[in-house]
């Protein structure tokens, strides 16, 4: 029998999708599973967008441009132009989610073996992506204590070696929901300045920023604009998910021309998401004004019930529609697993995405579990009263090993 790649055997499992099979398996009792597991939102599609799927007026589904469709990427182009003047419809590469961003801009910018620095925890997909294209991740670690602000510049400094290339955020973050400030992102500026380094930012989550605080878009730091590659995507910001189209942005024309290759190789992104995200663009400012007022509302609830429990901790999160929560357990992927297989209150019971698997450190985020508040405020009450009684039953659990 032939032996699998190495690449294969070490690609890491996801910790939101893994403990699947004991959600399936809870279902299959009759046990209803409230899924926090995901940031899959349960926010209406613009109508505008289900729309222009619904009247296609195609005789053949054909493939796009590479590129994606021109009139697409000129509407993207007015897009980001409002948020960095200057974008033009050249700088914009469609993509099959933005996974595929982040795996393209991966492979064109760095070669097997350089390494790139991401501050942790991360977006556990960083590792995969990271694995596929041969490139190493050096995890600067961030702490929940400081409700995981930007690490010290010094420790950025001690982790720079001859392979480093780049540097990766996602602002706001997942899985923390963090939002990074004007001076963190100059202090960013300064380091790949410093030492010739692609700057990279994950900005899915652009729109939903809260308590009168704005998104900076690493497009709007001067001078290291041919460093720059901004990632995007339609599935959270329009609730699109499962339309997989995304967007890699980049003022320097090489990377574009570099990247357009790898596009070619791969045809073209889904012809009918393109549509669909095409549509959206027309989306009234209303419906992220009451989407954003919807996630606060949601973020409130859930963040002040979980200070509420004993021994739980979580920072209030500034952006996205995630929180990182520290449970006094010993080990959350143990306790993630038994809230699924062991527990139920009232037939119900949550299912979380422990946080180790956000981490690229081995052994860090043991105590944490990421939730995505992207159920009604209903279910979240009813979460919480699940993760309370849950908690205390699996101490008396602990207690007895």
């Known amino acids: 029998m032939p032996k699998l790649s190495d690449r294969g055997i070490h690609m890491p499992e996801s910790p939101i ?77 469609v993509t099959t989610g933005g996974s595929e961003a982040l795996s393209f801009a991966f492979t064109a910018c760095f070669n097997p073996g350089d390494e790139v620095i991401i501050p942790e925890p991360f977006y556990a997909n960083y590792n995969g992506f990271a694995e596929s294209t041969g490139v190493n991740v050096v995890p600067i670690n961030s702490n929940i204590e400081e409700g995981f602000a930007l690490p010290p510049i010094e420790d950025f400094e001690a982790a720079i070696s001859e392979k480093t290339k780049g540097i990766l955020i996602c602002n706001p973050g997942n899985p923390t929901g963090y939002l990074y400030t004007q ?12 030492h010739d380094l692609y700057l990279f930012a994950d900005e899915v989550y652009r729109e939903f920023c809260y308590d009168g605080r704005e998104h900076i878009s690493l497009l709007n730091l001067k001078g290291i604009e041919d460093r720059v590659l901004v990632v995007d995507s339609v599935s959270k910001r329009y609730s699109m998910c499962g339309v997989r189209i995304g967007a890699l942005v980049c003022r320097n024309m090489d990377v574009i021309n570099t990247i357009m290759k790898l596009a070619q190789a791969r045809l073209s992104p889904p012809s009918l998401g393109q549509i669909a995200s095409e549509a959206a663009l027309k989306t009234p400012s209303t419906y992220f004004e009451e989407v954003s007022a919807e996630y606060v509302q949601r973020r409130d609830l859930l963040v ?84 309370e009684i849950g908690i205390k039953e699996y101490q008396k659990v602990e207690a007895t090993v």
Request: net charge negative; with cysteine; glycine share 8%.
């Open 17 to 93: 999708r893994k403990l699947v099979p004991f959600a399936e398996k809870a279902k299959a009792k009759g046990v209803e599973v409230i899924h926090l597991n995901i940031g899959q939102p349960d926010i209406k599609t613009p109508e505008i967008a289900i729309e222009a799927v619904k009247n296609i007026n195609m005789p053949v589904i054909e493939y796009s441009h590479s590129a994606g469709n021109e009139s697409y990427r000129k509407g993207l182009a007015e897009y980001y132009s409002k948020v960095s003047p200057g974008i033009s419809f050249e700088n914009i590469l």
């Open 183 to 194: 001076e963190e992102l100059d202090k960013l500026k300064q380091i790949v300045e410093k």
């Open 304 to 387: 002040d019930g979980l200070n509420e429990i004993e021994g739980v901790f979580c920072p209030k999160p500034g952006g996205a529609f995630y929180a990182v929560a520290k449970l006094p357990v010993e080990d959350s992927d143990d306790f993630c697993r038994w809230m699924l297989e062991e527990f139920e209150h009232k037939g119900q019971t949550i299912m979380m995405a422990p946080a180790s698997g956000f981490y690229s450190t081995k052994g860090k985020g043991k105590q944490e579990v990421r939730l995505a508040y992207v159920l009604s405020q209903d279910k979240l009450k009813v979460a919480l009263e699940c993760l």
